[in-house]
């Protein structure tokens, strides 16, 4: 508990540091400082940055990461590539946003569930929870993506759908559902056929996939979510690092990625090809579908001030409950992915964020 609190200090003071002019020092160096110091102390085991603003890129590696194309639990970015799995059916015709989803999940009836749309599902206000009542039963029993799934669409719902915004894992594992019984492929599957394949995302997957054990990074689970087994000895066979959670490939936060092919991936938001998606489909993806009264959220990703990137509404992206941030700003065309495994919750400030306002002080520099 000490040392925690020694990092702490440590990582305010570095907060309060004022950045160096760009004549001095490279754009993207005070933001690099900041990791370097925290696995030099110790503080944060490996961690990879990338950071382009327009042509000009800078990607590294520390501590135990080896090279910049090491592969990190995403957490909650793994939302958003799921979901433009998703909307690849969208483009194909197949669905609505407004569509109801129990035209495809017929057995999804009972305690309003019948309201529920596929637009709802993806901007977290349908009423599903985050997690599962039985989540760590069901991941101790290593039970499928499809006892999930059970679960999930006979879970109580928190409140009327389309009424109030509440974060739901949940809810995006049913949206992933909806593409596989339209697809009749695995979620893994069509994220690697959509996604991954179109945008050269070499070191992408959800769940292990082609991915060689030894590039993935093990997350420092201790002080973690309670989802992650939060470093109880008794949770090894079930805990973020388990070789059953890196397998289940749960599309709420199962994807493991390199920090360049998360920056690819939002650049294909960012200046769409139509190379994954419709371009038209791409933009609507970071547009906010909520109503005005409610927390902004696009189609899978979060927009504005939560990312702590540029304050600006149309900024989009995601953090992840393993320590992980990325984030774009179409204003500046700017680019900024900070993958570590220190738990998001492990400690405040977490020098993702203090990684992230350091390249939104370099915007400008």
Known sequence: ???????????????????????????????????????????????????????????????????????????SISKPIALAALMSLFDAGEFELDDRVVRYLPEFRGDGRERITMRQ????????????????????????????????????LLFTPGTQYSYSSMAILLASEVAQRITKTPIAALVDEVVCRPLQLKQTALGIGRLPQESLMRCQVEHAAPESGAGDPGTKAWDWNSD????????????FASASDVARFLDAFLHPQGIMLQPKTARMMIENHNPPEMKARGLGFDLGSDLMGPARANVFGHTGSTGTICWADPATDSVCVVLTTLPGRAITPHPREVVSRRVVESLDS
């Open 121 to 156: 599902l993806m901007t977290h206000n349908s009423g599903l929870p985050d997690q599962l009542p039985e989540n760590a039963d069901l991941r101790a029993a290593h039970s499928p993506l499809s006892k999930f799934v059970s679960a999930a669409i006979e879970t109580p």
């Open 244 to 255: 059953f959670w890196r397998q289940l490939g749960a599309p709420w936060g199962g994807a």
């Open 1 to 75: 508990m000490q040392r925690r609190r020694v990092l702490q200090a440590g990582l305010s003071f570095a907060v309060a540091t004022p950045l160096l002019a760009a004549v001095k020092q490279g754009r993207f160096d005070a933001a690099s400082d900041v990791l370097r110091d925290a696995t030099t102390s110790g503080q944060v085991e490996s961690a990879t940055f990338y950071a382009r603003l327009k042509d000009e890129v800078f990607s590294q590696a520390y501590g135990g990461a080896k090279t910049a194309e090491a592969s990190f639990l995403l957490g």
